[in-house]
């Protein structure tokens, strides 16, 4: 046998060995393309009968959160460490947004006008809109903030669209505390050094609100 004739049967062989892999790499693609054609099929059509609620719990879990349905079948879930919770609108594949208690203030406390007038200014500017109630007993405000948005299996990328929008819930946050820090001691009087008192109401959220404060000078700094 010629030198020529072994290697082209030494090529012949390695292609027999070499046949089914080709085979199975084939048929892989085969089946891939067709589950990704099946995909595609759904985005457009089978993704439009799932309900609201679903597609926002399907959404949070792939963001990293561990939402829950309450009683009232609401979602419940935190994010970044917050309370929130979502109503969806099946109708209309709305659905709203709420920060509950994610802060407080003495329902005396001589800032809470002007916390009051930095709230309204700061929802003109906002996509998160956040408002301010007093607890039952009315010794306690809460600040409470919200956002109503259109959410559609058909929108696109929803995880970066629901990880901005909670974002937006801390920008409305940071707006609102920066603002009172800058007023200084202009609305402070010595009752502003008790501890503050969190009282329980609005259901279970208002554990985990934060005072909301104006920033005062020690009398070491007023000094300095």
């Known amino acids: 046998m010629t030198h020529l004739s072994e290697i082209t049967l030494l090529i012949a062989v ?4 070499l046949w089914p892999v080709v085979l ?20 457009k059509d089978e993704l439009d009968e799932i309900t609201t609620k679903d597609l926002v719990i399907s959404v949070l879990k792939k963001i990293g959160c561990q939402p829950k ?3 009232e079948n609401h979602i419940t879930f935190q994010y970044q460490g917050d309370d929130f919770y979502i109503a969806a609108e099946e109708e209309n594949r709305f659905i709203m947004i709420w920060n509950p208690w994610w802060g407080s203030i003495n329902a005396d406390n001589e800032a809470l006008p002007y916390l009051k007038e930095i709230i309204n200014l700061a929802n003109v ?5 956040t408002v301010y ?9 809460g600040l409470h903030s919200r956002c109503h948005t259109f959410f559609s299996p058909n929108e696109g990328e929803l995880e970066e669209h629901m990880k901005m929008l909670l974002n937006y819930f ?3 946050h940071n707006v609102i505390k920066d603002n009172m820090n ?5 609305a402070i009087n010595e009752e502003e050094k008790k501890e503050r008192v969190k009282v329980k109401g609005f259901s279970a959220y208002k554990e985990n ?12 700094e007023k000094k300095e």
């Open 69 to 71: 349905v309450n009683e």
């Open 170 to 172: 801390f920008d409305m």
């Open 133 to 141: 109630m007093a607890d039952e007993d009315e010794k306690t405000i």
């Open 182 to 186: 800058q007023l200084g001691q202009a």
């Open 14 to 17: 390695i292609a027999l060995a």
């Open 209 to 220: 609100t934060m005072p909301i404060e104006t920033k005062k000078e020690t009398e070491a």
């Open 125 to 129: 500017n906002s996509l998160v809109t």
């Open 24 to 43: 199975f790499i084939l048929r892989f693609w085969h089946e891939r393309r067709k589950q990704l054609e099946h995909i595609e099929r759904m985005t």
